[in-house]
């Protein structure tokens, strides 16, 4: 080891050559042990509630201990080896424990408070004030402004949340792999692809057993529902699936009481903060304003696409009994039908697609929107990193460094799964200057194929294309900002409701024609993407959107409506409460035995409650911001529209967290936004 651990120096990138397994609880600790002592200083009589004294030295603690995290973090992503998760793993909960009794510091808020309420507040840049009542604002949330007599309770009921959270996910993964169906006659497999029976007859020898195993999980139920031709199997897996965690099951799985409770104690604590209901806690740090603003937003959006949706449905029945010979359609159906109607429409293939993207020509197409948007340009960089097939670039406008990011394309047995961006670096004020920011984008795409020595690039599906553009605006999100000070530079600070915008935004490219077919070329014949191809991409895109976007309305409404307007004491069930959302919303109505609340694990499990509705009001968002783009594309001819790119960069992507976002969307577009152009997007326009 030497003299200097790497993990703790912080001049410039992390120094992927020299950082091991071994240098992380020595540097992590250390760390932890720095920032104690600092916050034991600065919560004392002696520091001033001052910005200098006070706020920065604490930032840059957090700074230090942030950016060391973050290099095992990352390395432990896409380094899964047992020495590198083992580094991770043992220093893990000593870091979430520091931030959660950071969290929780009462001398830190009081100092806090006192610096707000001191005259230097009024001096600060608009950008430190709000950095000060962020501070304030998640303190407050987190209880810290409590009398003392109630904030034993307060605790209580964080702690039994988080353990219902918990118990509510695992009842629903014990549920889940409960099941299976058995199949022994292979004909009851006919429609599904080869890959999927192969993985049951997998699951039934692995269990000792004969024939197939099917199962709720994810790649198993999927396929069943969109392609088994036995309708009976459909039928039973349909029921087992849409009933687990619920009475009909094993009485410890049951997830109905822990829903019950659950409503009850976020209702306890909503009242204890002093609001109204749970879904005007959820709000408060989010860009939508107020309940009746998100309800109003998701039932004009259904009244819109009301009509699409009917239009949707009525088509595929009467598909369904022209070309299946069904006279009706029951839940069970509706995938397998969708299926077959959306083959015989737009038949194409993925793979017939994925010809036309090779890696190189992608990345330069990706480089050429960036750079025709902003007015950058991107060169390749050296550095050393985690693994030969990473690369570094850096940005640069008129010459001067912007940014600088890491790209790790390709799928490996050592990284996690998906698609991420993260920050290595937040842009900020230094002494010595303006430090830049450091990104990390990394996927999971296929590598290129060894071809008898040679090294044949990778070729990607669109959807993969898709996903590289959409990370890569989270990434532009975070090195184009233009705030000085960490907290808020960067996507830091965005509200969640928000975080969305420029990440989607960027998917848009990928429908656009003229951006499309210049970055495609067959990977035998170097033709560019057939125009008649690409109209078949777009109308699959656009295949029953009316009807999926009321199922999304649908969940977020009654996410919304079960955290404002509910009462979990009162008569009303929370089935009744569905029940009433479908008849208001939806177009397709499943069986009164379907439990889709018991294994809704993103309102109940993971962090959504009151909080669904973030992915359509993210979506309506980034399509009207685009629109933008459309109409500069009218005039000049491109959607690549240099002087909106200026625009967008300078309202939305520079100024990041530092204002309320929707201070920016209107900066940006002279207006509120509006659901139009998503509609239009997704096909819903009158003809
Ligand atoms: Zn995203």
Redesign the pocket.
């Known amino acids: 080891m030497d003299a200097m651990n790497p993990l703790l120096d912080f001049t410039d990138l992390p120094r992927f050559d020299a950082v091991r397994p071994a240098h992380v609880a020595p540097a992590i600790r250390q760390l932890l042990e720095d920032y104690r002592a600092l916050v034991a200083r600065l919560q004392g009589p002696d520091t001033p509630a001052s910005w200098a004294g006070f706020m920065q030295p604490l930032t840059d603690a957090g700074e230090r201990l942030g950016r060391a995290w973050g290099v095992v973090s990352h390395l432990h992503a896409v380094m899964d080896v047992p020495e590198w998760r083992e580094a991770y793993n043992s220093m893990l909960p000593e870091v979430t424990g520091f931030y959660a009794d950071l969290g929780q510091n009462l001398a830190l808020f009081a100092k806090v408070k006192e610096l707000r309420e001191s005259p230097e507040y009024a001096t600060l840049t608009a950008t430190r004030r709000r950095i000060v009542d962020n501070d304030l604002r998640d303190f407050r949330l987190s209880g810290a402004e409590l009398p003392e007599e109630r904030k034993p309770r307060f605790k209580e009921i964080q702690e039994e949340l988080s353990a219902l959270a918990a118990k509510f996910s695992e009842n629903l993964l014990d549920a889940t792999n409960a099941h299976a169906e058995w199949i022994d006659d292979e004909s009851r497999l006919a429609g599904l692809p080869a890959d999927v029976r192969a993985a049951a007859r997998t699951a039934a020898e692995k269990d000792g057993k004969p024939g197939w195993k099917l199962t709720l999980q994810a790649p198993c139920y999927i396929p069943v529902m969109q392609y088994a031709e036995d309708r009976d199997l459909r039928a039973r897996m349909y029921r087992a699936y849409t009933t687990r965690a619920a009475e009909f099951g094993e009485p410890e799985w049951d997830n109905g009481p822990l829903i019950g409770r659950l409503l009850k104690l976020r209702a306890e604590e909503a009242e204890l903060l002093g609001y109204g209901n749970y879904a005007e806690v959820s709000l408060v740090a989010k860009m939508a304003e107020s309940t009746s603003q998100v309800a109003g937003f998701l039932r004009e959006l259904a009244a819109k696409a009301r009509p699409f949706a009917e239009k949707d449905v009525a088509e595929l029945r009467e598909f369904a009994k022209a070309e299946l010979g069904m006279a009706s359609l029951e839940s069970w159906d509706l995938a397998w039908a969708a299926e077959k109607l959306k083959e015989a429409r737009y038949a194409f293939s993925d793979e017939e697609v994925k010809q036309y993207f090779p890696e190189p020509k992608v990345m330069a197409g990706l480089f050429r929107v960036v750079e025709a948007l902003f007015s950058v340009r991107i060169e390749a960089d050296t550095a050393p990193v985690w693994h030969p097939d990473a690369r570094l670039f850096r940005i640069l406008r008129d010459g001067k460094l912007v940014g600088r990011f890491f790209v790790d394309l390709y799928a490996r047995d050592t990284k996690r799964g998906g698609a991420w961006m993260q920050d290595a670096i937040g842009r900020r004020q230094t002494d010595a200057g303006i430090q830049t920011p450091v990104a990390y984008l990394c996927c999971n795409f296929p590598a290129p194929v060894d071809d008898g020595g040679k090294r044949r690039p990778a070729t990607f599906s669109h959807n993969d294309v898709l996903t590289l553009f ?2 890569t605006g ?1 990434g532009l999100h975070h090195l184009l900002t233009e705030v000085d000070d960490l907290p808020l530079s960067g996507i830091d600070g965005v509200e969640w409701d928000a975080v ?1 915008l420029p ?1 989607q935004f960027m998917e848009n490219f990928c429908f656009e024609w003229d951006v499309l077919s210049g970055m495609t070329a067959h990977a035998e014949t170097g033709e560019p993407l057939p125009r008649e191809l690409f109209d078949k991409m777009i109308a699959a895109k656009n295949f029953q959107s009316g009807m999926q976007t009321l199922r999304q309305i649908e969940f977020s409404l009654f996410d919304l409506l079960l955290h404002s307007e509910f009462d979990p004491a009162g008569t009303r069930t929370v089935q009744q409460l569905i029940a009433e959302v479908r008849q208001e919303v939806a177009v397709v109505f499943p069986p009164e035995w379907n439990r889709f609340a018991q294994s809704f694990s993103h309102i109940f499990g993971g962090g959504y409650a009151a909080g669904y509705y973030s992915y359509k009001w993210a979506e309506v968002l980034s399509a009207d911001a685009y629109a933008a783009f459309e109409e500069a594309g009218r005039v000049c001819g491109s959607t690549l529209d240099a002087e909106t790119g200026e625009r967008f960069w300078r309202e939305i992507l520079a100024v990041g967290g530092s204002r309320p976002a929707m201070e920016s969307f209107k900066a940006f577009r002279g207006r509120e936004p509006r659901v139009d152009a998503l509609l239009r997007h997704n096909g819903m326009i009158d003809a």
């Open positions: 959409h990370e989270h969305e990440s």
